[in-house]
T-cell receptor, first 114, second 112 residues
Framework: GAVVSQHPSWVICKSGTSVKIECRSL??????MFWYRQFPKQSLMLMAT?????????EQGVEKDKFLINHASLTLSTLTVTSAHPEDSSFYIC??????????FGDGTRLSIL | QKEVEQNSGPLSVPEGAIASLNCTYS??????FFWYRQYSGKSPELIMF????GDKEDGRFTAQLNKASQYVSLLIRDSQPSDSATYLC????????????FGKGTMLLVSP
């Protein structure tokens, strides 16, 4: 099956720090990558959709200047949480897809801001 | 507002029984329907997807879709303790490579 790698799997950092999360599709070219956030006992909430080579489309209520997304190649997308604060602590999950194929998820990144 | 509704559970079944998980959705324009399994602390794993009305079987899993009733279900036969997880229903207006709307998930507990 499709393999999506996400790194790091766990980050603990101080308030005000910026954190970068990488998402890689290892065995296929992902035309679209998605970034989700999941709080405890809640479902996945889509943050943004990114297509290779173009600007990400953010969901309503998601600050694009705080959550910077780069999708520079068909196999790599990055999410940078800038000036992270405790309320940004969550489980961040990426997914990758190609036309007419379901999304496959990375293993997620658990972000804890102290 | 597009909504996907699932009973949060937990749904408890004994080992070897059939587990039935249900999902309803509000967007009549939905075309694709997905079931993901999520273990605690892990990311979702695709179990099944279905596009057409009727049943689709894959091993111990059967997905059932009724677009007229806006209802999709997942049956797990011969349930195993390793099936214990949260099952997320997701729908899309396309074949899944565009935006997915997720339900909150149903927790399944399979007791030995």
């Amino acid at each position: 099956g499709a393999v999506v790698s996400q790194h790091p799997s766990w980050v603990i950092c101080k308030s005000g720090t910026s954190v970068k999360i990488e998402c890689r599709s290892l065995d296929f070219q992902a035309t679209t990558m998605f970034w989700y956030r999941q709080f405890p006992k809640q479902s996945l909430m889509l943050m943004a959709t990114s297509n290779e080579g173009s600007k990400a489309t953010y969901e309503q209520g998601v600050e694009k200047d705080k959550f910077l997304i780069n999708h520079a190649s068909l196999t790599l997308s990055t999410l940078t949480v800038t000036s992270a604060h405790p309320e940004d602590s969550s489980f961040y999950i990426c997914s990758a897809s190609r036309p007419n194929q379901p999304q496959h998820f990375g293993d997620g990144t658990r972000l804890s801001i102290l | 507002q597009k909504e996907v509704e699932q009973n949060s559970g937990p749904l408890s079944v004994p080992e070897g029984a059939i587990a039935s998980l249900n999902c309803t959705y509000s967007d009549r324009g939905s075309q694709s329907f997905f079931w993901y399994r999520q273990y605690s602390g892990k990311s979702p794993e695709l179990i099944m997807f279905i596009y057409s009305n009727g049943d689709k079987e894959d091993g111990r899993f059967t997905a059932q879709l009724n677009k007229a009733s806006q209802y999709v279900s997942l049956l797990i036969r011969d349930s195993q303790p390793s099936d214990s997880a949260t099952y997320l229903c997701a729908v899309s207006r396309n074949s899944g490579y565009s935006t997915l709307t997720f339900g909150k998930g149903t927790m399944l507990l399979v007791s030995p």
